[in-house]
């Protein structure tokens, strides 16, 4: 856990905004250690742009904080500055759930050792009890997790690496100005019918809060109209010969391509909706469709790299945990490597991270 990542957990408990949560929290330490910005004249503050970074991961902490925060010796005049932070921002009717947040948090958390957290689980004061883990998450690195790679296979220019972090920094956030490739796991129908809220009708609704969902709002952000959308994905499938039946639905495991800029994203369906509007899926649809999509990117690919999610841990209904999506989709890849001649990224999210063993080694 980093400081981004306690930011994160904190933030459904406190009635305030990431900017003034970070710097309310680390006031305690700003004015007890009457810490200065650059110019020496004003007290360290972080701006929205700053926040920002630190809460996605991006930027480390001045080092002049992270060495303050390394002061046992003031952590009483820390947890007294921290009282009136945790009395005006967050209700007190919640520490007990917020403790037992952190403490799950830190039983399976690497990046503390066995003695760290039996420390700090001992700490029977609640405020006592935040801010020491807020100090600690101070010391770590933000930037490692989402900058380090883990290759689990290699070779030659080919390889497949395990990284941390948004998949869709790599097609929208893409500044380096190459051509990537994103999948975006879909339902057989290929829908665009977006549902932000709760709706009731017939036709199936891609939700806002799955991947497929995202991307859809992402481009209608960016101004593109779902009818387009819909039309661009039908045109790719009927240029490809890709059929479908009676009901509009093609195969599990068909690709249709979309691109916008840099990106040139991988619809990939996995998914079929059942008589109730739900998306459902399972494991063996999730290796049939990775293994037409090995096959569809050794063919298209042109060596361009290809990030891929975990597939089956979300709305799909696949019922595979973030562990057991990860060493399916690492084993198919590994098992296809002969037929792989491209640059292949599995993009795990900061909460996924938090709950898999990658395990992986170089080969």
């Known amino acids: 856990m980093n400081y981004g990542e306690w930011l994160r957990l904190m933030k459904p408990y406190a009635k305030c905004s990431y900017e003034k949560l970070l710097n309310e929290a680390i006031s305690c330490i700003v004015d007890t250690c009457d810490l200065k910005m650059k110019n020496g004249k004003e007290s360290l503050y972080f701006d929205k742009s700053y926040t920002s970074k630190i809460v996605n991961n991006h930027i480390n902490l001045p080092p002049v904080l992270v060495k303050a925060s390394i002061n046992n010796e003031r952590l009483p005049e820390f947890i007294e500055a921290s009282s009136d932070f945790y009395k005006r921002y967050i209700n007190e009717n919640r520490f007990p759930e917020l403790r037992n947040l952190f403490t799950s948090q830190l039983s399976n958390d690497t990046s503390f050792s066995e003695s760290e957290k039996t420390l700090l689980?001992?700490?029977?004061?609640?405020?006592?009890?935040?801010?020491?883990?807020?100090?600690?998450?101070?010391?770590?690195?933000?930037?490692?997790?989402?900058?380090?790679?883990?290759?689990?296979?290699?070779?030659?220019?080919?390889?497949?690496?395990?990284?941390?972090?948004?998949?869709?920094?790599?097609?929208?956030?893409?500044?380096?100005?190459?051509?990537?490739?994103?999948?975006?796991?879909?339902?057989?129908?290929?829908?665009?019918?977006?549902?932000?809220?709760l709706e009731k009708t017939t036709n199936p609704l891609v939700s806002g809060e799955t991947l497929h969902g995202e991307w859809l709002l992402r481009l209608k952000k960016r101004n593109m109209k779902m009818d387009d959308v819909k039309q661009r994905i039908l045109d790719d499938l009927s240029h490809r010969h890709s059929n479908c039946n009676n009901d509009g639905e093609?195969?599990?495991?068909?690709?249709?391509?979309?691109?916008?800029?840099?990106?040139?994203?991988?619809?990939?369906?996995?998914?079929?909706?059942?008589?109730?509007?739900?998306?459902?899926?399972?494991?063996?649809?999730?290796?049939?469709?990775?293994?037409?999509?090995?096959?569809?990117?050794?063919?298209?690919?042109?060596?361009?790299?290809?990030?891929?999610p975990l597939l089956g841990t979300g709305r799909s209904r696949a019922g595979l945990t973030y562990q057991e999506a990860f060493d399916l989709l690492s084993r198919k890849l590994i098992n296809k490597s002969s037929t792989v001649h491209g640059k292949i990224i599995i993009v795990i999210s900061t909460d996924a991270a938090n709950q898999l063993s990658i395990g992986g080694k170089n080969k």
Request: proline residues 2%.
């Open 121 to 197: 689980l001992s700490i029977s004061d609640n405020i006592e009890f935040f801010v020491s883990i807020m100090l600690k998450t101070m010391l770590i690195d933000n930037i490692s997790s989402t900058n380090t790679a883990t290759s689990i296979w290699n070779r030659g220019n080919s390889y497949i690496r395990v990284i941390t972090g948004d998949i869709f920094k790599y097609a929208f956030a893409n500044r380096r100005k190459r051509k990537t490739i994103v999948v975006i796991p879909v339902n057989t129908k290929f829908d665009t019918h977006l549902s932000t809220k």
């Open 250 to 308: 093609y195969p599990i495991g068909t690709i249709a391509t979309v691109v916008y800029d840099n990106a040139c994203f991988y619809l990939l369906a996995i998914s079929i909706f059942d008589e109730n509007n739900r998306a459902v899926s399972c494991p063996q649809y999730i290796e049939e469709a990775i293994d037409k999509l090995l096959n569809f990117y050794d063919i298209n690919g042109q060596g361009y790299e290809l990030y891929i």
